[in-house]
């Protein structure tokens, strides 16, 4: 039973390797190498224990198939939850760092005064930014125990996208205006 298993499990494993294309043959042929003399010797005691190994065997790597596949699948799936939920740590890192980039101009008065046009809504560069920050927060997906989709992750990505071109341009601005 067990180098039924592991040939099955093995032979499947391969399939997914993309870099050695024959790995399945080598896998099968080594482990049906193996598995048939523990068959065949027993059958020239006694054909119906030759029998019942086959079963045995069959039943194995069928079952061993179905769990394989089952592992696999529950293996890309995770695969896919850790990228998104690395890709929405990341966003969600680069968001905050413009907020707090962007604070400095609300908190520290020397960069408030240096730069008043950051804080006037009048000035469509900052009013621009501003509708960024409200998206991108708007956007963020809230915590929950349900999955992440790339349906929540992709919008919110792209609105943090905006926020940072629009607050490169309403700095760029400012900073010409006080000149």
């Avoid at 499990?9 to 294309?21: E, L, N, T, V």
């Avoid at 193996?34 to 059958?43: C, G, K, R, S, Y």
């Avoid at 293996?75 to 929405?88: G, H």
């Avoid at 940072?164 to 341009?169: G, H």
């Amino acid at each position: 039973m067990a180098t039924t298993a592991a040939t099955v499990w093995m032979a499947g494993s391969a399939i997914r390797r993309k870099d050695d294309p024959d790995a399945t043959f080598w896998y099968t042929f080594t482990g049906l190498c193996m598995v048939m003399p523990m068959i065949l010797i027993p059958a020239m005691k006694t054909p119906a224990l030759s029998g019942a190994l086959v079963l045995v065997a069959a039943a194995t790597a069928v079952g061993t198939h179905f769990y394989a596949r089952r592992h696999a699948r529950h293996t890309a799936a995770n695969k896919r939850d850790f990228a998104l939920i690395s890709a929405l740590n990341e966003t969600s890192a680069w968001h905050e760092s413009l907020l707090v980039q962007w604070s400095r101009y609300e908190w520290d008065p020397a960069a408030a005064i240096d730069f008043p046009d950051m804080s006037d809504v009048g000035v469509p560069e900052t009013a621009a930014l501003i509708r960024a920050v409200a998206v991108a927060g708007r956007l963020s997906p809230a915590p929950s125990s349900e999955p992440l989709t790339e349906q929540q992750i992709g919008p919110y990505q792209q609105a943090v996208a905006q926020l940072a071109a629009a607050l490169e341009r309403a700095e760029a601005a400012a900073q010409h205006s006080s000149y």
